[in-house]
């Protein structure tokens, strides 16, 4: 008799509600959905998944919106975060992500060896609890779910 494994399931563009129904029906590993420090929609799936001891791996993991053409206040923000920990706005992007959540499994893409490299380094930078904050004050948070799940 051969035994089949079943891997865990991963969901993508989900809510917390299908989420946890979902968890109900297969054991889930994660979770996709777009999150970063300029769209934070899925704030609530996030937690979720932490909840659940669920990976989450956010789309678009090195965006930095320029909220309302506030390009200067971005500026005023990564440049000192920037000059200190020697990184690229993109490192500390990631690095931002990291210092979230346990549960974050940021996969950005990338074209070049380099450009790995540079991702790569963003774990090693280890924001203060005050860059965390300035960062993350940049955006308000939106905990609430979007009415498409996030979509």
Same mark, same amino acid.
């Given at each position: 008799? /051969?035994? =089949?494994?079943?891997?865990? &399931? ?15 029906? /297969?054991?889930?590993?994660?979770? %996709?959905a777009r999150y970063n420090?300029?769209?934070? %929609?899925?704030? #609530? ?16 993991? %090195?965006?930095?919106?320029? =909220? ?14 920037c000059e200190k920990h020697?990184?690229?706005?993109? =490192? ?6 990291? &210092? ?5 499994? *940021? ?6 060896? %380099? ?13 203060? #609890? ?6 993350? =004050?940049?955006? *308000?948070?939106?905990?609430? *779910? #979007? ?5």
């Open positions: 008799m /051969v035994h =089949q494994l079943h891997p865990p &399931h991963r969901l993508s563009n989900v809510n917390p509600e299908q989420l946890r129904a979902a968890r109900e029906m /297969v054991e889930i590993a994660a979770v %996709t420090i300029g769209d934070r %929609t899925a704030a #609530a799936l996030l937690a979720a998944a932490e909840e659940a001891s669920v990976a989450f791996s956010p789309w678009y993991p %090195t965006t930095v919106a320029n =909220q309302d053409g506030n390009a200067a206040h971005l500026g005023d923000v990564f440049g000192p975060i020697q990184a690229t706005v993109p =490192q500390l992007a990631l690095a931002w992500l990291l &210092h979230r959540s346990p549960f974050m499994l *940021p996969i950005p893409g990338t074209s070049s060896l %380099t450009h790995l490299e540079e991702n790569l380094g963003a774990a090693a930078i280890d924001l203060t #609890a005050e860059e965390v904050d300035a960062i993350t =004050q940049l955006v *308000p948070d939106d905990s609430s *779910p #979007a009415p498409d799940g996030g979509r």
